[in-house]
């Protein structure tokens, strides 16, 4: 895919406050990038940089090889939907949507064809009556989108637009919004807190925190080879385990050699052991590599989440089968699912 956005260098400070620092990234064509972490990290400044509200310390943004960085929002191909809605209480559906085209001055009639196209795009046909004060708040936030969309930019930028939408329709939104970006081709820029969304809807992921990049890479990279410590414990649940990685493919913990899949330590090098608690399997402890008690289960719906304690460090487990809080039991786990890092690799400074 054609490179579309590249961020240089870029840094951002308010009242001498350091809040992203020296950012690099590169966005493409046709791409679903998701900033991802928690508050404060900087992924909301980023996007209002993109944006135009906000002005870089230092640093430069490049769309389509051109530097927009003192160009104003209304002049940038980029549109932005905010958590906040921000709909025209007193226009309709169809106004709402229809209101950048007239700013265009736009022929009647090719606007009421793209505002029909948008509202099948975003299941709201038979709406473009009705009153925006009286719609769902998943519904409004469609309008949103749609009336973004209308104007064909080249980039849809997202402020966590789901947040204020319940559980269910969150998560159907999530689907839908990877199936507007689908069907456009446009470039969607999401941010968000939520590991889920991420991880459900992206293409490319970029972890921050501290105002620094931790991490970028596919949903897949980033939730089975986490880079370090942060990012293993923010996207989704991890045991980290202090181990030394004895030779390639060897890796020792809890007084006992796995095998793995890394390699290129030096040996005898101390190192962090990641395993998903889905990764890790409850068996007899009869020639168990690691023996522990039950001490806790709580019963998620789709499995049980045990805690097993072995050699007084607690292992989380995630299975579909039940035990009874006191059992001695074994704990394994096969060596594609071990993941080694460097000790302390995080990037906070």
Request: aromatic share 8%; proline share 4%; glycine share 6%.
């Given at each position: 895919?054609?490179?579309?956005?590249?961020?240089?260098?870029?840094?951002?400070e308010?009242?001498?406050?350091?809040?992203?620092?020296?950012?690099?990234?590169?966005?493409?064509?046709?791409?679903?990038?998701?900033?991802?972490?928690?508050s404060?990290?900087?992924?909301?400044?980023?996007?209002?940089?993109?944006?135009?509200?906000?002005?870089?310390?230092?640093?430069?943004?490049?769309?389509?090889g051109?530097?927009?960085?003192?160009?104003?929002?209304?002049?940038?191909?980029?549109?932005?939907?905010?958590?906040?809605?921000?709909?025209?209480?007193h226009?309709?559906?169809?106004?709402?949507?229809?209101?950048?085209?007239?700013?265009?001055?736009?022929?009647?009639?090719?606007?009421?064809?793209?505002?029909?196209?948008?509202?099948?795009?975003?299941?709201?046909?038979?709406?473009?009556?009705?009153?925006?004060n009286?719609?769902?708040?998943?519904?409004?936030?469609?309008?949103?989108?749609?009336?973004?969309?209308?104007?064909?930019?080249?980039?849809?930028?997202?402020?966590?637009?789901l947040?204020?939408?319940?559980?269910?329709?969150?998560?159907?939104?999530?689907?839908?919004?990877?199936?507007?970006?689908?069907?456009?081709?446009?470039?969607?820029?999401?941010?968000?807190?939520?590991?889920?969304?991420?991880?459900?809807?992206?293409?490319?992921?970029?972890?921050?925190?501290?105002?620094?990049?931790?991490?970028?890479?596919?949903?897949?990279?980033?939730?089975?080879?986490?880079?370090?410590?942060?990012?293993?414990?923010?996207?989704?649940?991890?045991?980290?385990?202090?181990?030394?990685m004895?030779?390639?493919?060897?890796v020792?913990?809890?007084?006992?050699?796995?095998?793995?899949?890394?390699?290129?330590?030096?040996?005898?090098?101390?190192?962090?052991?990641?395993?998903?608690?889905?990764?890790?399997?409850?068996?007899?402890?009869?020639?168990?590599?690691?023996?522990?008690?039950?001490?806790?289960?709580?019963?998620?719906?789709?499995?049980?989440?045990?805690?097993?304690?072995?050699?007084?460090?607690?292992?989380?487990?995630?299975?579909?089968?039940?035990?009874?809080?006191?059992?001695?039991?074994?704990?394994?786990?096969?060596?594609?699912?071990i993941?080694?890092?460097?000790?302390?690799?995080?990037?906070?400074?």
């Open positions: 895919m054609k490179k579309l956005i590249e961020i240089k260098n870029l840094s951002k308010f009242d001498g406050e350091i809040v992203l620092k020296e950012i690099d990234l590169t966005i493409k064509e046709n791409e679903f990038v998701t900033l991802l972490g928690p404060g990290c900087g992924k909301t400044t980023i996007l209002r940089i993109l944006a135009g509200f906000e002005t870089p310390t230092t640093g430069d943004i490049l769309f389509e051109l530097s927009i960085v003192n160009l104003p929002p209304n002049k940038r191909n980029l549109n932005t939907v905010f958590q906040k809605y921000a709909l025209f209480p226009l309709n559906v169809f106004e709402n949507i229809a209101f950048g085209l007239r700013l265009k001055k736009m022929k009647e009639k090719d606007i009421v064809q793209k505002v029909k196209q948008m509202l099948k795009l975003v299941k709201l046909e038979n709406y473009e009556h009705r009153n925006v009286r719609l769902s708040g998943g519904q409004q936030q469609r309008v949103a989108i749609a009336r973004a969309l209308v104007n064909e930019p080249k980039v849809l930028l997202l402020d966590e637009p947040a204020a939408l319940d559980l269910k329709l969150r998560q159907e939104m999530q689907y839908e919004l990877k199936e507007m970006q689908r069907q456009t081709g446009i470039t969607f820029i999401y941010v968000t807190h939520d590991q889920e969304e991420a991880l459900t809807m992206s293409d490319t992921i970029v972890v921050l925190n501290n105002g620094l990049i931790q991490q970028i890479g596919t949903p897949i990279d980033i939730y089975n080879e986490p880079k370090n410590r942060f990012v293993a414990n923010f996207i989704g649940e991890s045991n980290i385990i202090s181990g030394i004895i030779d390639d493919y060897k020792k913990f809890e007084d006992y050699i796995f095998d793995c899949v890394d390699r290129g330590f030096h040996f005898n090098e101390p190192v962090d052991v990641i395993i998903r608690p889905e990764d890790l399997s409850i068996v007899p402890n009869d020639n168990a590599p690691m023996v522990g008690v039950v001490e806790s289960i709580i019963f998620k719906g789709v499995h049980y989440e045990i805690c097993v304690i072995v050699n007084g460090k607690e292992y989380v487990v995630h299975t579909t089968k039940n035990a009874t809080i006191g059992d001695i039991v074994g704990l394994t786990v096969e060596p594609q699912d993941h080694v890092m460097e000790v302390g690799v995080v990037l906070n400074e």
